[in-house]
């Protein structure tokens, strides 16, 4: 196998709903990544999303995509793992480079989901049988995973508010992000009104619309492509026991913690290296217990870390350093490359007002339903 960069990336700003069509909004990313790659085609597009099939009674969208960027007769497959698709995404098109079975590979993400309604395709994600006809969804997962947190771990009710105001502080200064002109403080956070107790509004992640992509290249031939590569480091997938009831432990991400160790591993680096991590905040919850999963927090110290402002772009570990699911937005399929794209940013030095000091590795983390799949990438330079 041989070593793979990130040469090019391209994303479209997060909306509620854009005037785009799901087909537009995949084209203009793949394009936007290819021009600052400077390639005009590629040799595999590998292409993340959910909830086409449902939402607009589209499949196969990875050829139609191709098609209509007229990238004609390359590998086009589309890739799933739910929450996690882009991520999935990313590691398929990794393998692609890798394996040398392609020189360029696009990852794409895409989502549209401001057509219909997207949560009851969302709760797909669980177990058809045993939870969804029991009435369970993504969101009623999760607030039962942050009322057994909070009853364990004895933290106030308010324990994690701090996850959503730093992200909505990054987001401010993030032009692509869906609320990067929206103010949050922690009385407001704590203030907002209940979705499913404990979970308030602040605590989940926006349904929205965006398109993000990267382009792919043997790490040899890299620098022939931009002056700024980014070393795929690792990629690793993990998986937990599908249902959250089924597992030893609830609050334990035993797929955060599994391919987080076998990515460090694989990338021949430790915690202590890490600059910054791209968590999937979904929900605040998830947050805080991928913190806790990869060993950067003790078991229910997770929420300190945001309390304590350990979480912020000059803090211990800064976090959804360019808003996060929170604030950017989940476009669920195109979530796991956003987080890729931002850490581009973030290691090449052009983030701005959120630029982590000189960053040298980015640890990116996907989450695939109830924390079922976890997909882990290490970035570095």
């Not at 994600?125 to 993504?138: F, I």
């Not at 990629?235 to 913690?257: C, K, W």
Request: charged letters at 20%; glycine letters at 8%; one cysteine or more.
């Amino acid at each position: 196998m041989r070593a793979v960069s990130i040469v090019g990336i391209g994303q479209v700003p997060v909306e509620a709903a854009t005037s785009w069509s799901l087909r537009e909004l995949g084209v203009e990313a793949a394009r936007r990544a290819m021009a600052d790659a400077g390639v005009e085609q590629v040799d595999a597009l590998a292409c993340g999303n959910m909830l086409a099939d449902e939402l607009q009674g589209q499949k196969h969208l990875a050829a139609l995509i191709a098609d209509e960027a007229g990238m004609r007769g390359i590998e086009a497959l589309d890739v799933g793992a739910v929450t996690a698709s882009g991520a999935a995404a990313l590691r398929l098109a990794f393998l692609m480079v890798a394996s040398g079975q392609a020189e360029l590979a696009v990852a794409l993400g895409v989502e549209k989901m401001s057509e219909g309604v997207a949560m009851p395709a969302i709760s797909k994600a669980l177990d058809a049988e045993r939870e969804v006809a029991n009435g369970a969804t993504m969101i009623s997962r999760n607030a039962e995973l942050l009322a057994l947190y909070l009853e364990r771990t004895k933290a106030p009710a308010h324990a994690m508010v701090w996850f959503a105001v730093n992200a909505h502080k990054n987001a401010r200064n993030n032009p692509h992000a869906m609320f990067h002109e929206l103010r949050v403080s922690a009385r407001k956070v704590r203030g907002s009104r209940v979705i499913h107790a404990p979970l308030r509004l602040y605590d989940c992640a926006p349904i929205c619309d965006g398109s993000a992509a990267v382009v792919l290249a043997p790490s040899e031939q890299a620098r022939a492509f931009t002056d700024h590569p980014v070393r795929i480091l690792a990629s690793s997938v993990a998986t937990d026991r599908f249902r959250v009831e089924d597992r030893e432990d609830p609050l334990v991400l035993e797929g955060s913690q599994v391919s987080a160790h076998k990515a460090f591993r694989e990338a021949n680096v430790n915690r202590g290296d890490v600059s910054f991590f791209e968590v999937h905040d979904a929900f605040s919850i998830m947050a805080c217990l991928q913190l806790e999963a990869v060993g950067f927090a003790a078991p229910g110290e997770g929420w300190r870390m945001a309390a304590e402002r350990q979480i912020g772009i000059r803090g211990r570990l800064p976090i959804c350093t360019m808003g996060g699911l929170k604030a950017r937005g989940h476009p669920i399929g195109a979530s796991g490359v956003y987080q890729i794209v931002e850490a581009v940013l973030q290691l090449t030095g052009r983030a701005g007002k959120n630029q982590v000091r000189d960053p040298k590795v980015g640890l990116v983390q996907s989450i695939g339903g109830a924390a079922s799949t976890v997909i882990t990438h290490v970035l570095g330079v």
